[in-house]
């Protein structure tokens, strides 16, 4: 408060002195807000002369006490000093008009984007962002903290994204890449998912994301001293495959065969097990190609070649042979539906307790297009194995043989039909060489409602020590 003009001289009567008699002599003084210094006896009235009397903020010390302010009548805590002298609660419909933005901190750090908070300050709302410019915010333990691999120019947004081979769970890149979620690397090897090739961008017509569509047939090479880690595209121990369900899995996986045929090649060596159980797509068909000196021997409890799904097109098994460990699974097993061609083909069935050689399931064809060789064997339950509603077809085409080469033995059948199911040998088709070995066991069991059609080769056709036996049909 400055500049207060008086318009006439004002009177101060002093206080009583302490000693409660008489006037006392008062020595200079100086009161609370510095006005006055001067001499004055006890009761006296000061007269002071017009002039101007100045107070600012320093000659103010202290707090104020409640009861200084209208002696502290109507104050608590619900009520604030008024401009009228008053106490009194504040009500909505008691205060109009608006502050400047000036009258906080001067309106230092005020913008449309800041907020006046309780510290005194302009500030974002929520508190400064965290990061760099641009970043995308989120929540980092009660502050905001900036997500380096999320940007935005304010239009659009930009993440950081997978790289080939990077299994972690970061979003797939615009082109996508193949196996995104794969355990170690992406199902395409990482040769071929390489930036650029067509393996790793979609389709204009959003047929297979992210598949190779072919132009050509292909061949994949699989070796005993390849690697799952190449490429399978040349017939080397760099380029080639470990084993055939990597070559699979990349067929179906990857590609979009266009109508075209995939063929897996196992050069010379033994290799584990082979189980489809996804279909490849784009029509077309698949060749597992062994040369004479390539087996499939399964593991325990595990089948040489099985299938569990519907095929798009025909898988062919030609040429090596199919064997096992004792007390393992089948050669073949088909419990998917389509066709699976075999032949030619060597049959090593060796030591076994309990399972079906060859078994085919409901809605599935197998189709023995090729000579077929047949080792020693024992303790099969069948050697073919037509379930309900499955076809077994040896039929192949005239000239064809089925050669023994050891004795062989099963406890059940040599042909078992089950209802609903079919088999197909043509006795003037295919001929049966025993080549002297011992053939034990039933020749055959039809169930109601299945069918061994044999083309007329008579009940002595087939090779076992029993006769055959069933309320089917055999003919």
Not at 125 to 131: D, E, F, N, S, V
Not at 163 to 185: L, M, P, R, Y
Not at 207 to 231: C, F, K, M, Q
Not at 367 to 391: D, K, L, P, Q
Request: aromatic share 10%.
């Amino acid at each position: 408060m400055t500049n207060i003009i008086t318009s006439l001289p004002p009177t101060v009567q002093l206080p009583p002195g302490s000693s409660g008699t008489g006037p006392d002599t008062l020595g200079p003084i100086t009161y609370q807000f510095a006005l006055l210094n001067f001499s004055q006896t006890w009761g006296a009235v000061q007269t002071f002369p017009a002039g101007t009397i100045s107070i600012v903020a320093s000659d103010i010390s202290g707090n104020f006490s409640i009861g200084n302010f209208a002696s502290g009548i109507g104050a608590s805590s619900s009520t604030f000093w008024r401009g009228d002298g008053s106490w009194a609660a504040v009500s909505a419909s008691g205060i109009s008009g608006n502050f400047s933005i000036s009258n906080f901190a001067s309106g230092t750090g005020a913008s449309s984007s800041t907020f006046w908070r309780g510290d005194g300050t302009w500030a974002p709302a929520g508190g400064a962002p965290g990061g760099s410019n641009t970043q995308i915010q989120y929540n980092n333990s009660g502050a905001l903290g900036g997500i380096s691999g999320a940007t935005t120019d304010g239009t659009s947004l930009f993440v950081t994204t997978q790289s080939v081979g990077d299994s972690s769970t970061k979003a797939a890149s615009t082109a996508f890449v193949i196996g995104q979620a794969a355990a170690v690397n992406p199902l395409g090897t990482l040769a071929t998912a390489a930036v650029g090739t067509s393996t790793r961008f979609a389709r204009a017509d959003h047929i297979h994301p992210g598949r190779e569509l072919l132009a050509a047939d292909r061949t994949y090479y699989v070796r005993t001293d390849g690697s799952d880690s190449n490429n399978g595209l040349t017939n080397s121990a760099g380029g080639a495959f470990l084993t055939l369900q990597k070559a699979y899995n990349v067929i179906a996986q990857t590609l979009d065969l266009g109508g075209h045929n995939v063929t897996i090649s196992a050069v010379s060596g033994t290799f584990a097990e082979l189980s489809i159980s996804s279909a490849w797509s784009g029509g077309g068909n698949v060749i597992l190609e062994l040369n004479s000196a390539s087996t499939i021997s399964a593991s325990a409890g595990a089948t040489c070649v099985s299938c569990t799904v519907p095929l798009p097109g025909n898988f062919t098994i030609q040429n090596g042979t199919l064997t096992t460990s004792a007390n393992t699974g089948a050669l073949i097993s088909h419990n998917g539906t389509g066709t699976i061609n075999v032949g030619p083909i060597t049959l090593n069935g060796g030591t076994n307790t309990g399972y079906d050689m060859v078994s085919c399931y409901a809605n599935a064809y197998i189709h023995f297009v090729g000579n077929i060789t047949m080792g020693a064997c024992s303790g099969w339950r069948e050697i073919f194995y037509a379930h309900i509603g499955g076809i077994i077809d040896l039929y192949g085409s005239f000239g064809q043989t089925m050669t023994m080469t050891g004795n062989m033995s099963w406890t059940d059948a040599f042909f078992y039909a089950d209802p609903g199911s079919s088999m197909l040998i043509v006795a003037g088709a295919r001929t049966i060489n025993l080549g002297g070995f011992t053939m034990t066991g039933k020749k055959y069991i039809t169930s109601a409602g299945a069918v061994i059609n044999t083309n007329g080769g008579g009940t002595s056709y087939l090779p076992g020590s029993i006769a055959g036996t069933g309320a089917g049909v055999y003919v």
